[in-house]
């Protein structure tokens, strides 16, 4: 069986998509984020991600659009702004699942202990029903200190915030108050 999975970069997919291969299921990777910036850092993840996928032999489907206008407009219309950057980037990983024939879809999202997983977990079965989809949810937090160290001793590139100019902004001013990293 197929899954189309979000993936937000390569440290977070190393646990996913094994444990979505450990259910039996065939995960195809798929790089949406608008959210991400700058386009230097969107850029470096992707080819961090690249070389993932290829080392996994993972089908990997990465948009041609980089609508970072779109994610800015949905996050400053929003509070709070990470729903509206989950309501995008599901949105179109379920989209390009119809086109691709997929049933199910889910997110590498949900390996982070720094993300809202019951908000993620609300608005991909929102989702999923909108298309006629099953949106897979796990909690993959358990695996994230291991999935970030195997990131380290393949030497992938590893970023210091969730993607977007909210996020680096927070996480520089907790920084410059003393919070850490």
């Not at 996913?16 to 065939?26: A, K, P, V």
């Not at 989702?127 to 695996?143: K, M, Q, T």
């Amino acid at each position: 069986m197929n899954l189309l999975l979000h993936v937000c970069c390569a440290p977070c997919s190393i646990y996913s998509l094994s444990y979505w291969r450990e259910q039996g299921l065939n995960p195809h990777l798929c790089y949406y984020n608008p959210n991400i910036h700058p386009y230097t850092e969107y850029q470096q993840r992707l080819d961090t991600l690249k070389q993932f996928a290829t080392d996994e032999k993972a089908t990997l489907t990465i948009a041609e659009e980089y609508p970072l206008h779109e994610f800015f407009a949905s996050a400053l219309a929003s509070e709070p702004r990470c729903d509206a950057c989950y309501r995008l980037r599901l949105d179109y990983t379920a989209k390009l699942a119809v086109a691709l024939g997929e049933t199910e879809f889910s997110t590498t999202l949900l390996i982070s202990p720094y993300q809202r997983h019951e908000q993620l977990a609300v608005i991909g079965q929102e989702i999923a029903a909108e298309y006629g989809l099953l949106f897979r949810y796990a909690d993959l937090r358990p695996g994230f200190r291991s999935s970030q160290s195997e990131a380290r001793e393949r030497g992938y590139y590893r970023q210091k915030y969730c993607g977007c100019l909210f996020s680096d902004y927070e996480r520089a001013t907790s920084l410059r108050r003393g919070g850490k990293s």
